[in-house]
């Protein structure tokens, strides 16, 4: 228990701190002090800046690695795989190519975007369990699947952007990650989204406990099997979705935080699903400051700092998964 509480305390307290010197650092550096001064002043003109600028980034950061981590927790008790996650199965790249279809042809419906990518993602989502399903679903084939309409998706976005010159600055939002240029009508919008899956997902947490068990077993329990998996692969879907079509599209996020929340907190969706949302938090604010402090004034894409961590990570996973889990 003492391994679980220490986790936590120290998973919020590195988010907590490392949100603070992101705020400070960078292009106009400030003190702590100055910061939150500023902040209940409005005298200070740098802050004023950061607050416009920076924060919002910072605030959508944080919320889409909170979503995208749990939306990763929520799939692989669905799936009942440890290597499902919404980068590697398509669900991301299907909402960023639906994002990059609304921004190119249909600009007035900007604002709807967020439910088009929800819609992108599902259909993903969908095509992955259809061509998956063969006398039942193998873990392995739903990810090589996967794998396959994540390229697909990917492949017919990047036709586009590269087709439509005047949309290819909103393309290259979707699929590089680099939260530049969010304002606070983006933050709006993922908060909200990303509040109600994240709220859902604490509420199923005994379907996820439950779905543990073989469907033969809970369905002598009397528990309906497939209505909790729909409910709990729509919520994974929509934390997904929002967080690509506001944040870009991020891999392997929702693989490292699952896999090394249940390493310290146990594999009870009680404690794993707050703890990934906080860790996935940390873990993409720490990739976005990297991108752009490791080179400044040039910036790296959150999404490589990511895609440079979570290769490895996934072929250590492989290696290990016969071992691990029986296959």
């Known amino acids: 228990m003492y391994k679980k509480i220490i986790s936590f305390v120290v998973v919020i307290c590195a988010l907590f701190i490392l949100t603070i010197y992101s705020m400070t650092t960078g292009s106009i550096a400030i003190t702590t002090g100055e910061l939150l001064k500023g902040l209940f002043t409005g005298t200070n003109e740098n802050v004023e800046i950061i607050k416009d600028l920076r924060l919002p980034r910072i605030i959508i ?7 995208l981590s ?19 199965i398509g669900v991301s790249s299907g909402a960023g190519f639906m994002s990059i279809v609304m921004v190119t042809f249909f600009p007035t419906l900007f604002f709807y975007t967020p439910l088009f990518s929800f819609i992108g993602g599902a259909v ?41 010159a005047s949309s290819m600055m909103s393309g290259i939002s979707v699929t590089s990650s680099t939260l530049t240029m969010k304002t606070w009508t983006d933050v709006q919008v993922i908060v909200l989204y990303g509040s109600i899956g994240l709220i859902l997902s604490m509420l199923l947490y005994a379907w996820c406990n439950h779905l543990g068990l073989r469907d033969k077993t809970l369905k002598n329990l009397g528990f309906q099997v497939n209505r909790a998996r729909l409910i709990i692969s729509i919520i994974a879907v929509l934390l997904a979705s ?15 935080i699952p896999h090394i929340g249940r390493t310290l907190v146990g594999n009870d969706h009680k404690l794993l699903i707050p703890f990934s949302a906080f860790a996935g938090a940390l873990l993409i604010l720490v990739a976005d400051t990297l991108g752009r402090a490791l080179f400044s004034p040039i910036e790296i894409p959150a999404s490589i700092i990511m895609a440079v961590i979570g290769g490895p990570f996934l072929i250590f996973l492989l ?9």
């Open 61 to 67: 950061a944080l919320f889409a690695g909170a979503a």
């Open 70 to 88: 749990v939306s990763g927790v929520l799939l692989q008790a669905v799936m009942r795989n440890p290597l499902a996650e919404p980068g590697i």
């Open 124 to 164: 993903a989502f969908l095509l992955v369990y259809i061509f998956s399903w063969k006398s039942g679903l193998n873990p392995l084939r739903m990810i090589l699947i996967g794998v396959a309409i994540n390229a697909v998706f990917t492949g017919l976005s990047e036709l586009i952007s590269a087709q439509n």
């Open 242 to 256: 929002i967080a690509t079509a506001i944040a870009g599209m991020f891999t392997f996020v929702g693989l490292l």
């Open 319 to 327: 290696r290990k998964s016969d071992r691990i889990y029986g296959n």
